[in-house]
């Protein structure tokens, strides 16, 4: 849990939770969130920066693909359910 003002969005409070739990050695292996917390973006950054699943519906993808080359693909798009 993290309070903030109500002007910041909760999905930039995904990576400082993470953070914060990380810091108290309190991370767990599975993390539910709502939609508001869940991206593709954050799935990844929780699996390869903390080792944990992060669950929650992703929501609608105001992602339009690549912008450049120093970044990967993380449309929708670029996803496939297995």
């Given at each position: 849990m993290e309070t903030t003002?109500?002007?910041v969005d909760a999905a930039e409070?995904?990576?400082?939770v993470h953070r914060n739990l990380d810091e108290?050695?309190?991370m767990p292996g599975e993390h539910v969130g709502?939609?508001?917390?869940?991206?593709?973006?954050?799935?990844l950054t929780a699996r390869d920066e903390h080792g944990?699943?992060?669950?929650?519906?992703?929501?609608?993808d105001?992602?339009?693909?690549?912008?450049?080359d120093t970044g990967p693909d993380l449309?929708?798009?670029a996803f496939s359910i297995d």
């Open positions: 003002d109500a002007a409070m995904t990576g400082t108290r050695r309190l709502d939609a508001g917390y869940v991206t593709a973006a954050h799935i944990i699943t992060l669950l929650g519906p992703v929501g609608l105001p992602h339009h693909g690549k912008q450049d449309s929708q798009r």
